[in-house]
C-alpha cells in the first residue's frame, strides 16, 4: 500500500471542526500539534487513492480560511505497517458504492498529478538541450540504419510532460496549463525540426535507408501505437509509478517521425516527407486522444462544480476536435496511397 502524509494549517479555533472533518474520513491515522500561537498543525496519514477526497473535503471547508494551508507529502515507508484488511472492512461499511468505485482508480491526487505535470511541462534551457540531443543522435541512428542509436535519442527526449500536460488540461478545461503545454510542444517540435533539417542539409541523406522510409508510412499498427502510448504514459503519471520506459514508448511515437521529416525536407525529399509529417501529425493526435479518454475514465475532475462543468465540455470539445482531425489524416493518407 502506498502511502501520503497531508500536512494540514490552520488556526487554533479549527481544530475539533477539523478533526471530526479528517475522522469521517477513514485515515489510517492522525496527529496535531501546536506550531504558535493560535495555529496547529495536524498531520494525516492515508493511503494514496484517499488522499483526493480528503484534500477536497478540506479544501471546500477551509479554502477561504485565513492562514490555512495543506501540503502533500509521499512517505517512503511506515513503521509499524497499516492493517490493511482491518482497514478495508472499516472502509466497506463506511463508504458508499460510489466513494468504493473512486478507491478502487488507485490513483494519485489531482493536486498532486497537476504538480507533478506541471513540473514536467515547465521551459528551461535544459528541455531544449535535451530536445538537441535527442534530435541528433536520432538522426545519427537514421541515416546509420542503427536502432540502437534511435533507441537511445528517445531516451532522452522529453517528450512525455508536455504531451501528458495538453491532455490534462483539456480534461480539467485548465486554459492555463494548455497555453504552457502548447509553447513546451511547439518550442520543442520547432527545435527537433530546424536541427534535423539542418542536418538533413548538410549530409548526404538516402531515401532507401530502412530506418527512414519505414517512418514515411501510416499503418493502422502506427496509430493502435500511438493510442497505446498516450494511454500508458497517463496511468504511469497518474498511479505515481512514472518509468524512463513510458517517456520512450511516447518518443517512439513522436521523436522518429519527426527528425525523419527535418531530414527529408533539409535534404529535398519533398513527397517522402509529406509521409512522415502525416506518421507525426497521427502520433501527435493519437497520444492526446488516448490521453484525455484515460484521464476521463480515471475519473479526474475539478472539484468545484462550476470549474467540473467547464471541464466537461473542453474534454467533449477536445475529443470531438482530435477524432476529427485523426479522420481527416486518415481520409488524406487514404487518398494519397490511391494516387
Not at 496535531?32 to 495536524?42: A, Y
Not at 537511445?152 to 485548465?174: E, F, H, K, W, Y
Not at 517517456?247 to 522518429?256: E, H, K, N, S
Request: one cysteine or more.
Amino acid at each position: 500500500m502506498s502511502l501520503r502524509m497531508i500536512d494540514i494549517v490552520l488556526p487554533q479555533e479549527f481544530k475539533n471542526e477539523t478533526e471530526k472533518l479528517i475522522k469521517g474520513q477513514n485515515p489510517l491515522d492522525f496527529w496535531d500539534e501546536e506550531i504558535s500561537e493560535g495555529q496547529i498543525k495536524i498531520k494525516v496519514l492515508v493511503p494514496t487513492e484517499s488522499t483526493e477526497q480528503i484534500m477536497d473535503a478540506l479544501k471546500k471547508r477551509f479554502n477561504n480560511v485565513q492562514g490555512f494551508r495543506m501540503i502533500l507529502v509521499a512517505v517512503e515507508a511506515s513503521v509499524p505497517r497499516p492493517d490493511e484488511k482491518k482497514k478495508d472492512e472499516e472502509k466497506s461499511e463506511a463508504l458508499s458504492a460510489q466513494e468504493n468505485k473512486e478507491k478502487r482508480r488507485s490513483r494519485i491526487s489531482r493536486e498532486e498529478l497537476y504538480s507533478d505535470v506541471d513540473m514536467m511541462t515547465r521551459m528551461s534551457w535544459i528541455y531544449v538541450a535535451l530536445m538537441i540531443l535527442a534530435s541528433v543522435v536520432a538522426a545519427v541512428g537514421i541515416l546509420r540504419n542503427n536502432v540502437v542509436f534511435i533507441i537511445g535519442a528517445m531516451v532522452i527526449a522529453p517528450a512525455l510532460g508536455p504531451n501528458v500536460a495538453l491532455s490534462l488540461a483539456a480534461t480539467l478545461g485548465d486554459a492555463d496549463l494548455t497555453r504552457r503545454a502548447l509553447k513546451s510542444i511547439a518550442m520543442g517540435t520547432g527545435v527537433a525540426f530546424i536541427f534535423s533539417a539542418f542536418i538533413g542539409l548538410l549530409f548526404h541523406v538516402d531515401p532507401q535507408i530502412p530506418e527512414l522510409i519505414s517512418r514515411t508510412n501510416v499503418s493502422f499498427g502506427d496509430i493502435a501505437l500511438a493510442l497505446a502510448a498516450g494511454s500508458a504514459a497517463v496511468l504511469s503519471l497518474s498511479s505515481g509509478m512514472v518509468t524512463a520506459l513510458i517517456g520512450v514508448m511516447v518518443a517512439v511515437a513522436l521523436l522518429p517521425p519527426l527528425v525523419t521529416l527535418g531530414m527529408l525536407v533539409g535534404s529535398g525529399h519533398w513527397d517522402l516527407a509529406l509521409g512522415a509529417l502525416y506518421l507525426f501529425l497521427v502520433n501527435f493526435i493519437c497520444v492526446n486522444l488516448a490521453g484525455v479518454l484515460t484521464f476521463l475514465a480515471q475519473g479526474i475532475r475539478p472539484i468545484s462544480w462550476w470549474k467540473a462543468h467547464q471541464a466537461k465540455k473542453a474534454a467533449r470539445n477536445a475529443i470531438i476536435l482530435w477524432t476529427f482531425f485523426l479522420a481527416l489524416l486518415v481520409l488524406l493518407i487514404f487518398l494519397s496511397q490511391q494516387n
